[in-house]
């Protein structure tokens, strides 16, 4: 194989633009889409589209026009259907256009890990009704986690403590569903120790590999700060790595994906993946001498990975915005930088909304409880103004 591959990224938020980079930095052609202008990734890349990845007539117009090698999804919420029909005509879909049907519907992969694979979950049921959700409620018990089967970043997510809750979380899960579906997942809660993200390298023709696990922390579903290595033990590092390896065989391909367990004092309980790179492994910027985006090319175009190395106790924290603006900036950033190994990703997303992520803080200490802190202080200087 030879470069430049040219390579189209469906998705171009903070996660693509760190893949494109990884990929111009080997001389390859990017194409960057999503719905909107000026998305992170467009920046950097060679060129943009900008379409609605639902729309398959939109994904077969840009993919005739541009003739990728492979297409590099980097958002869930894609025309799955189209992917196959891409990859039946000889595209390459990343990991698989399998993967990607699979992932961006929780009922889905809940039961190719649960059923066909016999992993430990969360004890889960269904419902496409409110009726149905009182009654699959009781049977789960209390408390317990809705989400809509089709949403991300914590979108239409609730935790419900009793009976009286279950009207209102079933609204808000419909409202935060994504698609046409009006189905919600009641998932036991699971009262973890630590939660982690084990980013997993799927490769085309050499075995899988993987990082070391990331511990992270999450609010309203969505990530707040992430760090590695993860406190927990070698047993429970085996344990997750070979689950991650059973769900990843099942979905084929290569390329990183990023496999979410709950940990407690005596189970590894698996939640969900991403079969792309994962929000809370951007530590990896500053954690290792290969990101997680550099992974993920080289798993892409089959080159090798002879060594990943941890660099040492690291952390991210997330940089939010407060409120609704389409004019930019960034204040405290010099303040941000003036520690010793801090480092910063500003996305350059041109408009905010409340909780939006707009950047991320890196720090390395002398164990994880000072790189959590240093990188938490970093991100907390960082204020999203108007321009
Ligand atoms: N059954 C559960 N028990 C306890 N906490 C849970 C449960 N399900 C989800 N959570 C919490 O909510 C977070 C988000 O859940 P989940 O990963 O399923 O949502 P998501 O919308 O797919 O998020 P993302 O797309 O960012 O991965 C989890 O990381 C965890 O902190
Ligand atoms: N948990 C998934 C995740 O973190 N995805 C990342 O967020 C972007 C969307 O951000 P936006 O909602 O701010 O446009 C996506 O494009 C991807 O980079
Ligand atoms: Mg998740």
């Not at 036991?188 to 696990?213: G, M, R, V, Y």
């Not at 390395?364 to 959590?372: C, L, T, V």
């Amino acid at each position: 194989m030879k470069l430049p591959q040219k390579l189209m990224l469906l998705g171009s938020g903070e996660l693509g633009k760190e893949v494109v980079i990884a990929a111009k930095r080997l001389g390859n052609y990017v194409i960057a889409v999503d719905r909107y202008a000026n998305a992170p990734a467009m920046q950097v890349a060679d060129c943009c589209e900008v379409i609605s990845m639902l729309s398959g007539d939109d994904l077969e117009r840009i993919v005739l026009k541009h003739q990728p090698n492979y297409i590099i999804p980097e958002i869930e919420a894609i025309r799955t259907e189209k992917l196959m029909e891409f990859e039946q005509r000889g595209i390459t879909v990343i990991p698989t256009a399998k993967a990607t049907d699979y992932t961006m519907n929780r009922d889905r992969i809940r039961e190719l890990a649960h059923q066909e694979l016999g992993i430990r979950t969360a004890k889960y049921a269904y419902a496409t009704t409110l009726d149905e959700m009182i009654k699959v409620s009781q049977a789960i018990g209390f408390p317990n986690v809705v989400k809509p089967v089709m949403s991300s970043s914590g979108k239409g997510q609730s935790l419900v403590n009793h009976a009286d809750e279950v009207e209102k979380a079933w609204n808000y899960a419909i409202e935060g569903s994504r698609g046409d579906t009006q189905k919600i997942i009641v998932e036991e809660f699971i009262n973890f120790d630590i939660e982690i993200t084990l980013l997993t390298i799927k490769q085309w023709n050499a075995p899988t590999i993987f990082c070391s696990p990331i511990g992270h922390r999450q609010e309203r579903g969505d990530y707040q700060e992430s760090w590695q290595p993860a406190e927990i033990s070698n047993s429970q590092v085996i344990e997750a790595q070979s689950i991650a390896k059973k769900v990843t065989d099942a979905l084929g391909g290569a390329g990183i994906f990023g496999v979410e367990f709950f940990i407690t004092k005596n189970e590894v309980i698996f939640s969900e993946l991403s079969p792309r790179p994962h929000d809370t492994g951007m530590v990896t910027i500053i954690s290792q001498n290969l990101n997680e985006f550099e992974l993920h090319l080289r798993a892409v175009l089959g080159l090798p990975i002879p060594n990943i190395e941890q660099l040492g106790a690291s952390a991210s924290a997330v940089i939010l915005a407060t409120e609704n603006s389409d004019s930019i900036a960034y204040e405290g950033v010099a303040e941000a930088l003036s520690e010793p190994n801090i480092d910063l990703r500003l996305f350059g997303k041109p408009d905010s909304r409340p909780f939006r992520r707009m950047g991320v803080a890196l720090a390395k200490g002398s164990d994880i409880a000072e790189a959590r802190e240093k990188a938490k202080k970093a991100a907390d200087k960082v204020k999203i103004v108007n321009q």
